[in-house]
């Protein structure tokens, strides 16, 4: 049973940093591409990052060189490491993986960016 849960989330100070975790099971995890997407209530999901099996990774460009995604693969364990927050980053994160041509998401965790 493929399981995806994501943690980390919180309210962080605009200009702070914030590292947000999905512990994966159920699948042999260092052969999927990973992905973190967000959300705002009202708006469709967007992708933020991405990760494939070989390691290369995506960003779109409102968040490059501020996110980064990195995977343990011994902890089967997804990261996303964001800098330089800003309000517009305020969202509900999810975790996603397209396992055997099924999408999986987590629950979400949200951060909220705001002085």
């Known amino acids: 049973q493929v399981q995806l849960v994501e943690s980390g989330g919180g309210l962080v100070q605009p200009g702070g940093s914030r590292r947000l975790s999905c512990a994966t099971s159920?699948?042999?995890?260092?052969?999927?591409?990973m992905s973190w997407y967000r959300q705002v209530p009202g708006k469709e999901r967007k992708l933020v990052a991405t990760?494939?099996?070989?390691?290369?990774?995506y960003y779109p460009d409102s968040v490059k060189g501020r996110f980064t995604i990195s995977v343990d693969n011994a902890e089967n364990t997804v990261y996303l490491q964001m800098n330089s927050l800003k309000p517009e980053d305020t969202a509900v994160y999810y975790c996603?993986?397209?396992?055997?041509?099924?999408?999986?998401w987590g629950k979400g965790t949200l951060v909220t960016v705001s002085s």
């Open positions: 996603r993986g397209v396992v055997r041509g099924t999408i999986y």
């Open positions: 159920g699948f042999t995890f260092s052969s999927y591409a």
């Open positions: 990760i494939n099996s070989g390691g290369t990774t």
